[in-house]
């Protein structure tokens, strides 16, 4: 469906955001396209890394293999999913992947990807995506929580060991996200309406005054508010280039707040990526229903 031609890797800087095709991942070349655009966005050491052998199984056998094309073949991004059950044996798509070529990166790539994967899981009459990504990643958290809706109650802790490649020098915590597909298959409450106001902070950020990027001057696990807001780096990549002593300790104690208030009963809502305040730093906004009320249905990798 897609050839590819000796060219085809000079066509991805060139093609405009009306150009990028996305359709359903079919020749033996298409599969290997992803392979090498795995490496190319996480690198040769990182643990990413699904073979054409398992994304052509998974095509075959009810997954979802999408890719972004540009004119002449060039694949530019890709999502990767299969089914699965969550903890009460509701039907879901497992979403594994999701990659877009450096070039096509903040072009609305990936989310139109996200949302071909919402209509064919939805052509498939599944009503539930899940995921997992890294929580101190402000892109991918305002991409799942913001843009596409998702939410989380489940804090997952070094799942995949030290992390390598792109991620080397961190350990692999992960929040797993619940994308409901229609609200009349979402159980447990009703999805809150964020509040206009800001909610109250759990951490205190600063300044680093030779780095410039932000530590954590301490942080609150006794609040009790119905919402509440957990700050993180803007950038953790420039955070970790700089430092990345930093870097693990916004690991260890935004881990801490994580699994404390999630624990109790709350629930990431959204994700603010503009952060009124203080600096103008990107945070989590949390959820608890007044009655306690929760659920997890979304299964513990995704």
Known sequence: MHPVTETAAGDIA?????????????????????????????????????PLLG???AQDNGGIVLGAFVPGGALVGFVYSFPGLSPAGRLKQCSVILAVHPDYQNR????????????????HGIDLITWTF????????YLNLAKLGGESSTYLTNVYGLGRGLNAGLETDRLLVEWWLSETGRPGPERAELPQWAPAGVNLLESHPRLGVPINRGYDLTREDEWLRIWIPRDI????????????????????????Y??????????????????????????????GASHDEGGRHG
Not at 109 to 119: C, F, N, S
Not at 275 to 288: A, I, K, N, T
Request: aromatic share 6%; hydrophobic share 35%.
């Open 108 to 123: 609305n790539v990936g989310l139109r990807l996200k949302l071909a994967q919402r209509d064919t899981a939805l052509a």
């Open 237 to 260: 990549a420039a955070v970790k280039e700089a430092n990345v002593e930093l870097a693990q300790a916004w690991r260890a104690q935004t881990r801490e707040m994580f699994t404390t």
């Open 134 to 141: 890294d929580p101190l990643v402000s892109t991918n958290a």
């Open 262 to 291: 999630l624990g109790r009963g709350y629930r990431i809502r959204g994700f603010d990526h503009d952060g009124r305040e203080p600096d103008s730093q990107p945070c989590y906004v949390l959820h608890r229903q007044p009655d």
């Open 55 to 57: 994304l052509v199984t």
């Open 14 to 50: 060139h093609a405009t955001r009306e150009q990028v095709a996305i359709q359903s991942v079919e020749t033996i070349e298409d599969y290997r396209r992803c392979e090498e655009l795995q490496t190319t966005v996480w690198g040769p050491d990182d643990i990413v890394g699904i």
